[in-house]
């Protein structure tokens, strides 16, 4: 807790800047995926003021609360101050990576050498979602910005190079406007795989959504929901791991649905070795690949966790070229998964259990400092606050083409050749 000067009624008061994080907390971070991301969101009680929030991700896909931070908005000494304790106290480790909007609050804390983002290393990279909110703030265009999503999914280099000449072919400021943008701060391609996949800032939306209540209390209720909701999580999700892992699953669901769709599409490729120590390959595919391509050929490394399609290097889990490669010298290709998305390791998240907040009565006597709301944050609008979201190009959606109820065609009302082409009787109306 920071305190900040204010003042009221010509004396001088305790203002609060608050960073919160629980014991369990930390120690689930480090058997979860290396990512972080990080959001703010309004409270809605008699004061103004915003909720920072920070989340990861188990090898299971499910979203853990890491920290919170209850400042008096997204300025760059309130993303600071979360930023720097939430590098100090939760994740001191090398290689993180930090996902955030391009809010220039974060970047410049993010940057601040003080807050110790930059020693050990670390990268921070950008919402796919909120980058392609800007552009079309920026170029109003929604068929290229469909374009500019598709470029930051990318996942490997020859996609990227195809979006990138669609998109210059028909605007070229727009090509301007994105490479302006270092490329590996929001392409997939050029990660090397340190975002585990996640493109987006949704994990921790989600969370804001879940806190909507709570963001209506006043400061120490909030503090009691966020405990009692993490708390009683931790639980309830370690007994379902446990009874997982004592049915002898070795890893998580997501990963064996993933390596059961990679493996299927293995049993169609053919395979050469281009070096006697095995490994280095060609794989070549001779059927179709689901996803619509074309047949493709591509390189596969063994000793440098390489592939040509880039599934490999996002995702850490083998693709389907990997594990024809491993299958053609009898290599155990499930030794090359991350050890993230093993039961055992998405337990030992849980391990560590809340305690129990004891009787008020109990309680130690506070003598610190007297802490209060800046009266200058009181809200003075009259009547209920607005709880409903402001809409942005983000959340919009495209009007769809309206259709005819018989032949269903997008143009609406043709004529009685066009229906009679499709089938259908006018005088009737029977589709046949």
Not at 20 to 35: G, L, Q, T
Not at 112 to 131: A, E, L, T, Y
């Amino acid at each position: 807790m920071e305190t900040i000067p204010a003042y009221h009624e010509n004396s001088l008061i305790n203002g609060i800047t608050i960073f919160i994080d629980f014991v369990p907390c930390i120690s689930a971070f480090k058997f979860c995926k290396p990512m972080v991301q990080v959001d703010g969101t309004w409270l809605y009680g008699k004061y103004k003021g915003t909720l920072l929030v920070a989340v990861a991700q188990d090898g299971n896909d499910n979203v853990i609360p890491i920290a919170y931070a209850i400042v008096e908005g997204e300025t760059k000494e309130g993303w600071s101050f979360f930023l720097r304790n939430l590098r100090k106290f939760v994740t001191p480790q090398a290689n993180i990576c930090l996902i955030s909007d391009r809010h220039e609050s974060i970047k410049s804390a993010y940057n601040n050498p003080n807050n110790g983002w930059q020693d050990p290393p670390s990268k921070h990279m950008f919402c796919v979602r909120h980058i392609a909110q800007n552009f079309t703030r920026e170029f109003k265009d929604n068929a290229l910005k469909k374009k500019v999503i598709s470029m930051g999914y990318s996942i490997n280099e020859p996609t990227y190079r195809y979006y990138r000449r669609e998109i210059g072919m028909l605007n070229l400021d727009a090509l301007k406007w994105l490479d302006n943008i270092p490329r590996q701060d929001w392409i997939q391609a050029f990660d090397g795989g340190s975002r585990w996949g996640q493109m987006t800032t949704n994990l921790v939306e989600s969370i804001n959504a879940v806190l909507k209540g709570p963001r209506n209390l006043p400061i120490t209720a909030l503090v009691q929901s966020t405990y009692f909701k993490t708390g009683t999580l931790f639980p309830t999700m370690g007994k379902q791991h446990a009874s997982i892992l004592a049915s002898g699953q070795v890893y998580t669901k997501p990963c064996i649905d993933f390596m059961k769709l990679e493996i299927s599409k293995s049993n169609s490729h053919r395979v050469d070795s281009f070096d006697r120590s095995n490994h280095t390959f060609m794989v070549h595919e001779t059927v179709v690949p689901r996803e619509g391509r074309p047949i493709g050929h591509f390189s596969v490394n063994l000793s440098n966790k390489w592939c040509d399609c880039g599934i490999y290097q996002a995702k850490h889990m083998p693709c389907s070229h990997v594990i024809a490669a491993c299958s053609s010298i009898k290599y155990n290709y499930w030794s090359l998964i991350s050890d993230v998305y093993k039961v055992e390791s998405v337990l030992k998240v849980y391990d560590e259990v809340f305690q129990p907040i004891p009787n008020q009565g109990y309680w130690p006597q506070y003598e610190g400092v007297k802490v209060c709301h800046n009266p200058l944050m009181r809200r003075v609008t009259k009547g209920r606050p607005k709880s409903k979201r402001i809409r942005t190009e983000m959340g919009s959606k495209e009007r769809e083409p309206r259709k005819c109820g018989l032949c269903r065609w997008s143009k609406g009302r043709e004529s009685e050749e066009e229906r009679d082409h499709q089938g259908i009787v006018v005088d009737d109306t029977v589709a046949y």
